[in-house]
């Protein structure tokens, strides 16, 4: 049985950084997209970060940002701890929302090179509060 959980939430202020951590249980070592999403009451859960576990090929990404965080956050795994972190830097109100962990087998990508649909996910973490005040 796949588990994710998910930790690290909080509430921090505008500049502040929190890093969110996902410990993965149930998953073999066949490669892997691990991802962070978040969603806000209302709105379609949005990829954030994604870390694909296998092998790189043809000019292709192991780390991939959504344009709203790129430069702010970083998506990384520890094999041995089988855990995947979001380290966010200088938040802002907008990165108020609950962030999800997500898992599967095989690309970051999926029909047509689609980034980070949160349909191709079938293993959920609870989600974390991330709150930043201004």
């Known amino acids: 049985q796949v588990q994710l959980v998910e930790s690290g939430g909080g509430s921090v202020e505008t500049g502040g950084s929190l890093r969110l951590s996902c410990v993965v249980s149930?998953?073999?070592?066949?490669?892997?997209?691990m991802a962070w999403f978040r969603q806000s009451p209302g709105k379609e859960r949005e990829g954030v970060a994604t870390f694909y576990t296998g092998v790189i090929v043809n000019g292709g990404d192991r780390e991939i940002y959504a344009d709203s965080v790129k430069g702010r956050f970083i998506i990384s795994q520890d094999d041995d701890t089988n855990t995947v972190y979001l380290q966010m830097h200088n938040l802002t109100p907008e990165d108020t929302v609950m962030y999800y962990c997500?898992?599967?087998?095989?690309?970051?990508?999926?029909?047509?090179?689609?980034?980070?649909?949160?349909?191709?996910?079938?293993?959920w973490g609870q989600g974390t509060q991330v709150t930043v005040s201004s």
């Open positions: 997500a898992a599967r087998y095989g690309s970051c990508r999926g029909y047509g090179g689609r980034w980070a649909a949160h349909s191709m996910f079938t293993n």
């Open positions: 149930g998953m073999s070592h066949a490669s892997k997209c």
